[in-house]
């Protein structure tokens, strides 16, 4: 893509009210829009990275056998009523509001876990049919208090949802240590895995403890209690009861600050009980479905990467979530500069390499800041000289000194992965 084809620029200044760092380097590298606290519009250079930290949860999802689907935002009343959770003295983060027609009081999705259930009962009725597993990327609406750290806490957020039932709680437990399994390899895959805890937290009805999954960050707004040497972490909401039942030393304990990526519950059956879903056993008797929920904050984790993977020059992407792979330097405008980015530029997009191609007539030291500020991995410069010499210029994003390739090397590099 040609840069002048983009609309969206880069800028120095952000909103007045942005505290957050993922935000102001998003914001000014051209990713995000902020439209009001804690609600962000992602534009197309941050779409694209939303969209493949979105295939990597999905294929890893795929993996442990998830199908996906994708629920409404608009939710009945009477579905939330059989668990008591419509009840704002329950969750305070409800966004709700009436239809036109009948005076019909709905919910805004702040979560899947009843509309999914619900939905299941019509389609899941004998063991035979069982276990299923459903997962969804979907927009959430909660009503935060406070919505001061970007895109990491969103009162409009995309979050990744799966919803597995079983018909025994051995089959759920198996099924949900699978997923925390899957968990690790989506982290890994993100560029993350080392600094991402798998973490004690407080359970639903079923388990003491539910699991977080805990990414080390100075902005993240837990605390989080880590025994290294037996690699346990612990939310500090359960510190005590976790301490007890584990034996943990306190005195050993690192505190750290921490932002939750990710989260999983085992419910049993407690929402099948409340919901009166059941299935028909080999036995012909019914029982109430294992339930278990799974949920990945794929906006949040863009922002944890966004804050962990930055310096003073902005941003910079994992390749593998980067919104290019390339930044494409013309300098000057000769008809040999020309001919030879077009040929560079052609050459990598045939091969797969998405490059943007700063193409503007700009001074080189914008352009150069341009790339820096939106993170992109490598960098490659065209001018009269590396033409005269038949070499390009290369930068990766993070190294202080660039060197010049043959354009065969430079592919070797990118392509193959050499040099």
Not at 43 to 57: A, D, N, S, Y
Not at 126 to 154: C, H, W
Not at 185 to 201: H, M, N, S
Request: glycine letters at 8%; charged letters at 30%.
């Amino acid at each position: 893509m040609k840069r002048s084809e983009l609309f969206t620029k880069t800028t120095k200044t952000v909103p007045a009210d942005e505290a957050s760092l993922n935000a102001k380097l998003l914001i000014r590298a051209g990713y995000v829009h902020k439209e009001m606290a804690g609600v962000y519009a992602y534009l197309p250079l941050g779409l694209r990275v939303m969209e493949k930290i979105k295939q990597i949860v999905r294929e890893e999802m795929n993996a442990v056998g998830g199908q996906e689907l994708l629920m409404t935002n608009l939710q009945p009343k009477a579905v939330w009523q059989t668990t008591g959770r419509w009840d704002d003295q329950l969750v305070d983060i409800w966004f709700k509001t009436k239809l036109q027609a009948g005076d019909e009081e709905v919910g805004l999705a702040w979560s899947h876990e009843e509309p999914i259930m619900n939905m299941l009962r019509e389609h899941v009725h004998s063991y035979k049919d069982l276990p299923v597993a459903v997962y969804q990327f979907q927009t959430k609406l909660r009503n935060e208090l406070r919505a001061k750290s970007g895109i990491m806490r969103g009162r409009e957020f995309l979050m990744k949802d799966l919803y597995s039932i079983h018909a025994t709680k051995e089959d759920l437990a198996r099924f949900y240590d699978q997923v925390i399994e899957a968990y690790k390899r989506i982290y890994d895959r993100l560029g993350i895995g080392q600094l991402t805890y798998v973490t004690f937290a407080s359970g639903g009805a079923f388990t003491k403890f539910s699991h977080e999954f805990q990414t080390i960050c100075e902005a993240g707004e837990d605390w989080l209690y880590l025994d290294r040497e037996r690699n346990i972490a612990v939310n500090e909401e359960v510190l005590d009861d976790a301490v007890a039942d584990m034996g943990l030393d306190k005195t050993k304990l690192e505190k750290l600050r921490s932002a939750e990526v990710g989260n999983i519950f085992n419910f049993g059956t407690e929402k099948a009980d409340q919901m009166g879903i059941t299935f028909t056993d080999k036995d012909n008797k019914n029982k109430p479905f294992y339930y278990g929920s799974y949920g990945i904050g794929i906006s949040r984790v863009m922002g944890v990467i966004a804050e962990l993977f930055s310096d003073e020059q902005g941003l910079v992407w994992p390749e593998n979530i980067a919104p290019f792979s390339l930044y494409l330097i013309n300098i000057g405008d000769s008809a040999g500069v020309r001919e030879t980015t077009r040929s560079v530029y052609d050459r990598l997009t045939a091969s797969g390499v998405e490059v943007l191609w700063d193409d503007r007539d700009a001074r080189p030291g914008d352009k150069f800041a341009d790339g820096d500020l939106m993170g992109i991995p490598h960098r490659v410069v065209v001018s009269p000289q590396t033409v005269a010499g038949n070499k390009l210029e290369y930068k990766g994003r993070t190294e202080r000194k660039a060197v010049e390739l043959s354009v065969d090397q430079l592919m070797e590099k990118l392509i193959h992965k050499g040099i």
